[in-house]
T-cell receptor, first 111, second 110 residues
């Protein structure tokens, strides 16, 4: 079966610009997660969706980050405006039960 | 902040040597999962431990969950260059949210 698809793989933007990431989870997986992984650290959960509803966004910096999963399938994560400290890999994962399957991630560099 | 602490942060071994990484929590864990992330790759699920004192094996990998469910370990016997990567433990809480440890980065010298 196809895995979790993410695009783009890489993105370089200047600070204060906007950026959006896209994720298509594994077919049939109701739960979708966005993580931020800063170099040398473990993934940090940003937001969890169950179908098209938000389950947990307590660690999402809502002043600049937003995410949606309007039809309960694919999802977008947006940063507006970006800061230097947003440079990281943004990972999307989906799950049917407790095990999460990760996409390849989008490596964001803010200069 | 992160509740699961992993040690060591880095481990460099000669091929054929054993390797162990430890995951510790100040609170009782409902379960623990282990993931491996190759350099430049994404985390890949290895195993989930649920029961107190549970031990699971996958070929050269042995996973243990402590009796008090506050710690876990991953042991690799006779490391190979293909074992290179960062090993993360992760605890599940709330609605299947996961909190990852900082990971142990393993390098293997051939």
């Amino acid at each position: 079966e196809a895995g979790v698809a993410q695009s783009p793989r890489y993105k370089i933007i200047e600070k204060r610009q906007s950026v959006a990431f896209w994720c298509n989870p594994i077919s049939g997986h109701a739960t979708l997660y966005w993580y931020q992984q800063i170099l040398g650290q473990g993934p940090k959960l940003l937001i969890q969706f169950q179908n098209n509803g938000v389950v947990d966004d307590s660690q999402l910096p809502k002043d600049r980050f937003s995410a949606e999963r309007l039809k309960g399938v694919d999802s977008t994560l947006k940063i507006q405006p970006a800061k230097l400290e947003d440079s990281a890999v943004y990972l999307c994962a989906s799950s049917l039960a407790a095990v999460q399957f990760f996409g390849q991630g989008t490596r964001l560099t803010v200069v | 902040g992160q509740q699961v602490m992993q040690i060591p942060q880095y481990q460099h071994v000669q091929e054929g040597e054993d390797f162990t990484t430890y995951c510790n929590s100040s609170t009782t864990l409902s379960n623990i999962q282990w993931y491996k992330q190759r350099p430049g790759g994404h985390p890949v699920f290895l195993i989930q431990l649920v029961k107190s004192g549970e031990v699971k094996k996958q070929k050269r990998l042995t996973f243990q969950f402590g009796e008090a469910k506050k710690n876990s370990s991953l042991h690799i016997t006779a490391t190979q260059t293909t074992d290179v990567g960062t090993y993360f433990c992760a605890e599940t809480y709330n609605n299947n949210d996961m909190r990852f440890g900082a990971g142990t980065r393993l390098t293997v010298k051939p």
